[in-house]
C-alpha cells in the first residue's frame, strides 16, 4: 500500500528525479525522544562515554528551550515525538560492515543517483562519504587520503578513533546550547563527515558527502565537522536527496568548518531535497546551522550554495572571522517554485582586523514561492579595517511569488567600510520574447535567463557541481512558466 | 510557392488599429525593403511576424512557405526557419551569445530532425560566422549585448542570422547606428543568404544599406498599409522627398 501510494507520487511528479526509495530493511528506533533514546543511539554507535554525557547535556538544554519563529517560513507545529531519531540499512555494529557486504540495493541507490561507491567506478579527484538515513554506508579514498596524513571518514568513526581531535573541535563553533535545532541536533546527531587536514597540505580531491534519506517518519540529523590546519587547502561539496514523501520530514543538521592560521575552505553545497508536490504537500524541512570560524590569521572560508529542494529552507551559513585579515564568503542561489519557501542568508563576524567578507545572494521566486535574503554584517570594535560587499539581487517570475530582503548591519568599529547593494526585478517578457524567437521553448528560455542571472554564483562551483546545478535549477522551475 | 504571403492583415495593439489591411508577398530568392515614418506600423509587422502577442490580429491571413504562420508559437516559427533582427536587442546578463546561439541552434535541428552540433563543432561554426563580420573572438563569450553600443548590437543581430541561416530573415533597422565599415559588413551578410531557397525583408529609412543589397522591391507602409510599392527609384525619391507628397494617397 505505502509502496503503490510512493509509485504514484513518483509518476504525478516526474520532474524530482531522486524521489524514488530504496526498499530495504532497516534498523530503525519507534518515533518519539528522551533520554533512553539518545543512550540508544549512543550505545548502537558504541560512543565513549563523553559522548554521551555531551549529547545528554544538549538534551536537557534542549528541554528548555522553545522552537524559535522569528523567520518568515511558516509550517503547521512539528510533533517531535512523531519522528523517529535513528534508522539504519545496517543491523548490529554499523562501523564493522566492509563494502563487500553492503546490500547490493544500498550499492545501486547510489550508483542511480549517479555516485558510485566503488572506487574503481567513482569521479576522479572525488572522495565520497555516503550517509544514507542515519548511517555512513562507505566512504571512498580514505587510504589514499590517510597518506597524506588527511583524515576523511564518519563522524561515528571518527568519534571512536580520533576522540581527541573531537572533543577539541565539536561544538567549538557551534555549542550544543547555540539554538533550539543545534541543541536537537547535539543530542540526537546520527552521522555525517569528519574531516581533517594536517598542517601545510593541499587536499589533492575534493571531499565530499552525499546525504540520502530514504526511511519515512524519520528525521535525519548529521552532524559534519571541517578542521584545516595551519596553511592547509580542502575544498569540500555536499549533495542531497530524498525519497518524494506526502508528510514533511525534519532535516536539522549541524556543519562546522575551523580554518587555522592561512588554511583555506572551501565548502560547496548543492541542497536538493524533496521540495514537496505542486499543492504543497510532503517536501523536506531544512533547519540547518552552518557555520565556520577563521580562527587564525589569514584564513578563508568560502561557502557557495545552490538550494532548489526543500519545502523549507533556513540556514544562514556564516563566518566568523576571528584571525586578523581572515576573510569570508558567502555565494548563494535560492530558487522556490510552487509552495517552497526560504529564509536564508549568512552571518558575517568581524572580529579581527582587517577581515574581509564578501556576500553575493541570488533569490528566484516562482509559482507561490517565497524566498527571503536575511543576512547580519557585524564589525566588532576591535576590526580595525574591517570590510563587507553585500549584493542581493531577486529575481520573480509570475505574479504570486514573493522576494524579501531583510539586511542586518551592526558596526561598532568607525574604520570599518559596509556595502549593501540590493535589486529586483521580474523576468522580461522582451527577454523572454528575445529567446523565443530564436527557438527556444519558453521553459528553455526561463531556464537560460535565470541561469545567467546566477552566472556569478555557479562559476565558483567545481565544474561537476556546476553542471548538476544547471540541471537542477531548469528541472525546478518547471511549471513556473504558464 | 511564396516564402511569406500576407493577405488583408489587420492588427491592433492594445486595442488601438496599426496595421489596416497589409498585403505582401515575397518569393524565394527575393529582398524586399519597407520603409515608411516613424510610428507608421513597419515594427509592429515585424514584430507581428515573430508572434509577439501584444499583436493582435483583427483580420487576415498569413503564409510563410505555404504554413498558418499565426497558427504558430514564437518558438516554432524560429525552428522553422523565420528570423527577427530586433530594432531594439535586449540585453541578458549572464548569457553568452555563443550559449543562447548553441541552444537556439540546436532547438531548430531537432525541430528538424537533424542531429545535434556538439559544443567544438558549434564552436567552429560560430567562430567562422564572427569572423565575416569581423568581430573578436571574446565577443561571443560576452553576454548577450550587456553593455553593447548601439552599432555593436545590430552586428550581434546580423551574427545570430548567419549562424541560424533563416529561410526568412526580417531585419528591423538592422543599419540603424552602424559606422561606414560595419554597413559594409552588414551588406555583405545580407547578401550571403540571398540564395533561391530564402527571402529577406528589410526595414530601414535610408537607401544606404539598400544600394549595396539591390532589393528587388520596395514598399512604402502608411496609414496602416501598403501605399505604394516600386524599386530603387522610389527609394531614392523618397530620401529627395520624404512621405509629405504620399499623404493623399494614404488617405
Ligand atoms: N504597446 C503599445 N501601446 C500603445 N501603442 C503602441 C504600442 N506599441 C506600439 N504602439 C504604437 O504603434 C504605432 C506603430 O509603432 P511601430 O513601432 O510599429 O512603428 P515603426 O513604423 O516601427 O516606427 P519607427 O520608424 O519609429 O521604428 C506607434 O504609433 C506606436 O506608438
Ligand atoms: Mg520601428
New binding site residues.
Given amino acids: 500500500m505505502n509502496n503503490d501510494r510512493s509509485q504514484v507520487m513518483n509518476t504525478l511528479a516526474r520532474s524530482y528525479q531522486q524521489g524514488f526509495v530504496t526498499p530495504i530493511a532497516s534498523d530503525t528506533l519507534a518515533q518519539g525522544l528522551d533520554e533512553a533514546v539518545i543512550r540508544s543511539i549512543s550505545a548502537k554507535k558504541q560512543e565513549p562515554e563523553f559522548m554521551l554525557e555531551w549529547r545528554l547535556a544538549a538534551y536537557r538544554r534542549w528541554l528548555g528551550m522553545t522552537e524559535p519563529h522569528w523567520s518568515s517560513v511558516r509550517y503547521p507545529p512539528i510533533d517531535y515525538q512523531a519522528i523517529s531519531y535513528y534508522s539504519s540499512p545496517f543491523f548490529g555494529n554499523p562501523g564493522a560492515v566492509a563494502l563487500e557486504d553492503v546490500d547490493p540495493a544500498l550499492l545501486a541507490t547510489y550508483e542511480k543517483l549517479g555516485i558510485p561507491l566503488d572506487e574503481r567506478l567513482s569521479l576522479a579527484g572525488v572522495a565520497v562519504d555516503a550517509v544514507f538515513d542515519s548511517v555512513s554506508v562507505a566512504t571512498t579514498h580514505q587510504k589514499k587520503l590517510a597518506e597524506l596524513g588527511i583524515l576523511f571518514c564518519s563522524m561515528s568513526e571518527a568519534i571512536r578513533e580520533h576522540g581527541g581531535l573531537v572533543r577539541r573541535y565539536l561544538g567549538s563553533v557551534v555549542p550544543p546550547g547555540d539554538n533550539f535545532f543545534a541543541a536537537l541536533n547535539a543530542a540526537v546527531f546520527s552521522d555525517g563527515t569528519f574531516c581533517y587536514i594536517p598542517p601545510g597540505v593541499r587536499c589533492p580531491m575534493e571531499l565530499s558527502t552525499y546525504f540520502r534519506i530514504n526511511a519515512a517518519r524519520t528525521g535525519q540529523f548529521e552532524r559534519t565537522l571541517i578542521i584545516a590546519d595551519e596553511y592547509s587547502q580542502v575544498r569540500y561539496l555536499e549533495g542531497c536527496s530524498a525519497p518524494q514523501r506526502d508528510r514533511h520530514q525534519l532535516h536539522a543538521a549541524v556543519v562546522e568548518l575551523i580554518a587555522l592560521e592561512g588554511a583555506e575552505i572551501d565548502y560547496s553545497t548543492v541542497q536538493n531535497w524533496y521540495p514537496g508536490d505542486a499543492e504543497g504537500r510532503g517536501g523536506i524541512y531544512n533547519f540547518v546551522t552552518k557555520r565556520g570560524e577563521c580562527r587564525g590569521d589569514g584564513s578563508r572560508i568560502s561557502w557557495t550554495q545552490v538550494e532548489t529542494g526543500s519545502a523549507i529552507t533556513w540556514k544562514y551559513p556564516s563566518v566568523i572571522l576571528r584571525g586578523n585579515g581572515s576573510s569570508g564568503r558567502f555565494h548563494s542561489v535560492a530558487l522556490t517554485n510552487h509552495h517552497q519557501q526560504a529564509d536564508t542568508g549568512t552571518k558575517m563576524i568581524h572580529i579581527g582586523a582587517n577581515t574581509r567578507s564578501t556576500i553575493l545572494s541570488k533569490g528566484i521566486s516562482a509559482g507561490q514561492g517565497h524566498n527571503a535574503y536575511r543576512g547580519l554584517v557585524k564589525v566588532l570594535a576591535g576590526a580595525t579595517g574591517a570590510r563587507n560587499h553585500t549584493q542581493c539581487d531577486s529575481l520573480l517570475l509570475g505574479g504570486a511569488c514573493s522576494a524579501h530582503t531583510y539586511p542586518y548591519i551592526e558596526v561598532k568599529n568607525r574604520s570599518a567600510r559596509v556595502e549593501h547593494e540590493a535589486t529586483t526585478s521580474r523576468i522580461g517578457e522582451d527577454q523572454l520574447f528575445y529567446c523565443r524567437q530564436r527557438g527556444l521553448g519558453s521553459e528553455e528560455a526561463v531556464s537560460l535567463i535565470v541561469n545567467g542571472f546566477c552566472q556569478e554564483v555557479l562559476r565558483e562551483l567545481p565544474m561537476e557541481f556546476s553542471v548538476e546545478a544547471r540541471k537542477l535549477l531548469a528541472v525546478s522551475l518547471e511549471g513556473s512558466v504558464g | 510557392m511564396n516564402i511569406l504571403e500576407i493577405r488583408n492583415l489587420h492588427v491592433s495593439?492594445?486595442r488601438?488599429p496599426?496595421l489596416c489591411g497589409v498585403e505582401l508577398a515575397l518569393q524565394p530568392g527575393e529582398i524586399h525593403a519597407i520603409m515608411?515614418p516613424?510610428?507608421?506600423?513597419?515594427?509592429?509587422l515585424a514584430n507581428l511576424l515573430a508572434g509577439r502577442e501584444?499583436c493582435q490580429v483583427t483580420a487576415g491571413e498569413v503564409f510563410y512557405q505555404g504554413l498558418d504562420l499565426l497558427s504558430l508559437a514564437p518558438e516554432e516559427r524560429a525552428r522553422a526557419g523565420v528570423f527577427l533582427g530586433f530594432?531594439h536587442p535586449v540585453e541578458i546578463p549572464g548569457v553568452s551569445t555563443a550559449r543562447l546561439l548553441k541552444e537556439a541552434f540546436n532547438a531548430r535541428q531537432r525541430y528538424r530532425r537533424l542531429p545535434e552540433m556538439d559544443a567544438i563543432a558549434f564552436r567552429d561554426h560560430l567562430g567562422a560566422q564572427a569572423g565575416k563580420l569581423g568581430l573578436p573572438a571574446d565577443w561571443l563569450l560576452r553576454p548577450v549585448n550587456v553593455g553593447f553600443s548601439g552599432g555593436e548590437k545590430k552586428r550581434n543581430e546580423l551574427l545570430q542570422m548567419l549562424v541560424l541561416e533563416p529561410h526568412l530573415a526580417i531585419l528591423d533597422?538592422i543599419d540603424s547606428g552602424l559606422d561606414i565599415d560595419a554597413l559594409a559588413l552588414v551588406a555583405e551578410g545580407i547578401n550571403a543568404l540571398r540564395d533561391p531557397g530564402r527571402a529577406t525583408l528589410l526595414i530601414t529609412?535610408y537607401p544606404r544599406l539598400l544600394d549595396r543589397v539591390a532589393p528587388d522591391r520596395v514598399h512604402v507602409l502608411m496609414g496602416g498599409r501598403i501605399i505604394v510599392s516600386g524599386d530603387m527609384a522610389l527609394a531614392r525619391e523618397l530620401e529627395r522627398q520624404g512621405y509629405g507628397w504620399l499623404e493623399e494617397v494614404a488617405t
Fill in positions: 495593439v492594445q488601438k496599426i515608411g516613424n510610428g507608421s506600423g513597419k515594427s509592429t501584444e530594432q533597422e529609412h
